[in-house]
């Protein structure tokens, strides 16, 4: 869990302004925004919105195989 702080605020919004093209919800870009500020390239998610950014999807059921 991470705090997020008016930094991270305040740059998620210009970032969710830059999408408005995109169906993206705002936790969505704040999640991208931490992903990027803590240096991750995967996330572990069922939403395929993480793909278009550039972030590897770790699908539910991957470990498995």
Known sequence: IIYIAP?????TWKQYQKYSDKK????????F????TCGLSKAYT???D???VGIEVI???D???
Not at 7 to 11: A, F, P, S
Not at 24 to 31: I, P
């Open 50 to 52: 993480f793909r278009q």
């Open 24 to 31: 993206f919800s705002f936790t969505d870009v704040t999640s």
């Open 33 to 36: 925004i931490v992903i990027e």
């Open 7 to 11: 930094e991270y605020l305040e740059h």
């Open 46 to 48: 069922f939403d395929n």
């Open 59 to 61: 699908a539910p059921g």
């Open 63 to 65: 470990f498995l195989n």
